[in-house]
């Protein structure tokens, strides 16, 4: 590949996010002050911070090779982009995040239907229009520059349509939700013709591999122990049995080596059931990626 691929990282929500996937699926991003053009280890790419609602656009129209943004950013603006990957996180977990209906609690609107007539504020202004056409209920969709829960608060709107991750936006705002439109998570998204370059998609191809794997890896731990020969089986029995355990001999010792990778959320119930099955010098440890074929 001659030519550096034009990589767009996305400013605001998922900034964190990104740069911290980057560096662990080995990318070290360095944004120095108010410059929107970071530098990056890497001499096959050049990079840009740019924002989340206009990635698309920009891939689109090939101001960017390829970017990362939000499904909801792509289908706002029913982007002609290909989405190379999904890759799973919001700005602070790594799940979806939902775009809502919201009223205000003590709303008389119970349903969508209810709001035949009525106002709705949102920045997602396209697919909230075309939500509310497909089924037949007329509603005045009005652009919000954000802060958008205030506006059923004071009274400004009806009804939001709003993204949230951790329900802490619409709890202090004593919302109510009475749909969810869609969920939304980061994607990996390419310029169509660059898509077509085999160069420039390999190297795509390779970025996608190396951060799925680096976000696969986040929820997963290394464990490692030692088992007397007579506890082995029990204790690999309590391995869950997605992939084979290794299991090797101690040098000049009857005891076996276990070891495997298992779901994080999982350990906290696993380790004293190892223990009591007879594991002992139990390790756990983090991953920095997890490949695939
Ligand atoms: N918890 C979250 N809150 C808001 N956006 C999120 C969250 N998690 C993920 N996102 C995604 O981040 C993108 C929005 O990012 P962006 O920073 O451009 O907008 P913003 O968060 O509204 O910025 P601002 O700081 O100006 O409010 C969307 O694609 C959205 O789906
Ligand atoms: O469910 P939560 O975890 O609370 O996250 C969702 C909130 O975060 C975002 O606000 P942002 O920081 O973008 O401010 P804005 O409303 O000014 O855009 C979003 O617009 C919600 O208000
Ligand atoms: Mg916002």
Not at 117 to 137: H, P, Q
Request: net charge negative; with cysteine.
């Amino acid at each position: 590949m001659n030519e550096q691929l034009k990589l767009g990282l996305p400013k605001g929500s998922l900034q964190e996010a990104t740069l911290a996937l980057f560096k662990k699926a080995g990318w070290n991003v360095s944004v120095s002050g108010r410059s929107y053009f970071p530098d990056i280890n890497d001499d096959t790419m050049t990079c840009a911070l740019c924002r989340a609602q206009e990635m698309a656009l920009n891939v689109e129209n090939g101001t960017l090779d390829v970017g990362l943004t939000g499904r909801d950013w792509i289908a706002e603006y029913q982007s002609d982009v290909h989405v190379v990957t999904d890759l799973v996180y919001s700005k602070v977990s790594a799940k979806p995040a939902r775009w809502v209906v919201a009223v205000a609690y003590d709303s008389p609107v119970q349903t969508l239907e209810d709001l035949q007539g009525k106002t709705v504020s949102t920045e997602l202004v396209g697919v909230t229009k075309r939500f509310f056409a497909d089924k037949g209920i007329d509603v005045k969709v009005k652009f919000s520059w954000g802060a958008t829960e205030a506006k059923v608060v004071s009274g400004l709107a009806d009804a939001i349509v709003e993204i949230t991750e951790t329900e802490s936006t619409i709890k202090a705002h004593g919302l109510r939700v009475i749909h969810e439109l869609m969920q939304t998570n980061t994607q990996l998204i390419a310029n169509r013709v660059v898509w077509e370059d085999p160069a420039k998609r390999e190297k795509i191809e390779e970025m996608a591999m190396l951060l799925k794997g680096a976000l696969v890896a986040g929820k997963l731990v290394g464990l490692k122990m030692n088992v007397s020969k007579e506890d082995v089986e029990n204790v690999v029995n309590l391995l869950p049995s997605l992939h084979a355990p290794t299991v090797a001999h101690l040098y000049q010792s009857d005891w076996l080596s276990v070891e495997t990778v298992v779901d994080s959320g999982t350990v906290r119930d696993l380790i004293p059931k190892l223990l009591k099955e007879g594991a002992e010098g139990i390790i756990e440890y983090p991953l920095n990626k997890v490949i695939n074929k």
